[in-house]
């Protein structure tokens, strides 16, 4: 079955990075765009960042343009997203995800989750 488990969160100061990462399993990787989303507390899901399944082309929310990358490795089945520059509005809890259309939250699968923290 579709796996995705997200890992690399934490808490982190204001102007920090972290690179968040997400396993997938039980699906051809390569085949698939991916995404990330994010939810702040209280806030709904979020659209942050997606690749195509090749890693050609990528789209960023305007929250996030110029902050976070997003990448992929798709011989080790594994997505990535680097942010840099994290502001206290970027705490939340981010997912990857498959399926649903490109720019928006709603997708096919979900990760569980990792924590993102950003605070002084």
């Known amino acids: 079955q579709v796996q995705l488990v997200e890992s690399g969160g934490g808490v982190v100061q204001p102007g920090g990075s972290l690179r968040l990462s997400c396993e997938a399993s039980?699906?051809?990787?390569?085949?698939?765009?991916m995404k990330w989303v994010r939810q702040a507390p209280g806030k709904d899901l979020e659209w942050i960042s997606s690749?195509?399944?090749?890693?050609?082309?990528?789209k960023a929310a305007d929250s996030v343009r110029g902050r976070f990358i997003i990448s992929r490795d798709n011989s080790k089945n594994i997505l990535f997203l680097q942010m840099r520059n994290l502001k206290p509005e970027d705490t939340g809890t981010y997912y990857c995800?498959?399926?649903?259309?490109?720019?928006?939250?709603?997708?096919?699968?979900r990760g569980q989750g990792t924590r993102v923290t950003v605070s002084s």
């Open positions: 039980g699906f051809a990787f390569d085949h698939y765009a």
């Open positions: 690749i195509y399944s090749g890693g050609e082309i990528r």
């Open positions: 995800a498959r399926g649903g259309p490109i720019t928006a939250s709603n997708s096919d699968y």
